[in-house]
T-cell receptor
Framework: NAGVTQTPKFRILKIGQSMTLQCAQD?????MYWYRQDPGMGLKLIYY???????DKGEVPNGYNVSRSTTEDFPLRLELAAPSQTSVYFC????????????FGSGTRLTVV | DQQVKQNSPSLSVQEGRISILNCDYT??????FLWYKKYPAEGPTFLIS?????DKNEDGRFTVFLNKSAKHLSLHIVPSQPGDSAVYFC??????????FGPGTRLSVLP
């Protein structure tokens, strides 16, 4: 049981480039989330999804887009990368019961230069 | 404006002693709280939760206390072990979803 898988683990982008961060879970969880963590800060919610075909903005959605065509996958798209998007990105999922806690992926460290 | 605060960026404790990690929140609508532990280069892992209908929840060496009137919760680890050395995040939610995370406290347990 792989849990939540994020790819790539590391990436360096140039300003203005685009990329997609991949996230897949094999636990049949309905809820999926994208967070970013900046140094010395807590995790900030970018986007979330409560099921296939349904997505919604979190606290810091600007500069990002998401889609949820299947229960398993929740990719995060960065358009026109900016240095402010340098961060560690975490994907998480949960069955719907908060008492179980989120299952997080191991993260993608992104640097925009 | 941080809704969830962890005012101690770091904490050092001797092995075998108690570790107490604190968390304060400002939103009185928060009614569900989680603690996560994070090792370097890994994602956070869920540790323990508490809802506002309780003031204490225990799981092995880990106990979370909630003081709703003070908008304060704490995580107690007894006894502390070197493997507990990690960053601990407190998270809060008003709906059981879309949690707001604190900035974390780095715990070092010294042998």
């Amino acid at each position: 049981n792989a849990g939540v898988t994020q790819t790539p683990k590391f990436r360096i982008l140039k300003i203005g480039q685009s990329m997609t961060l991949q996230c897949a879970q094999d636990m049949n969880h309905n809820y999926m989330y994208w967070y970013r963590q900046d140094p010395g800060m807590g995790l900030k919610l970018i986007y979330y999804s409560v099921g296939a075909g349904i997505t919604d903005k979190g606290e810091v959605p600007n500069g990002y887009n998401v889609s949820r065509s299947t229960t398993e996958d929740f990719p995060l798209r960065l358009e026109l990368a900016a240095p402010s998007q340098t961060s560690v990105y975490f994907c998480a999922s949960v069955t719907g019961r908060a008492s179980y806690g989120y299952t997080f992926g191991s993260g993608t460290r992104l640097t925009v230069v | 404006d941080q809704q969830v605060k962890q005012n101690s960026p770091s904490l050092s404790v001797q092995e075998g002693r108690i570790s107490i990690l604190n968390c304060d929140y400002t939103n009185s609508m928060f009614d569900y709280f989680l603690w996560y532990k994070k090792y370097p280069a890994e994602g956070p892992t869920f540790l323990i939760s508490i809802s506002s209908i309780k003031d204490k929840n225990e799981d092995g060496r880990f106990t979370v206390f909630l003081n709703k009137s003070a908008k304060h919760l704490s995580l107690h680890i007894v006894p502390s072990q070197p493997g507990d050395s990690a960053v601990y995040f407190c998270a809060a939610s008003a709906s059981g979803q879309n949690f707001v995370f604190g900035p974390g406290t780095r715990l070092s347990v010294l042998p």
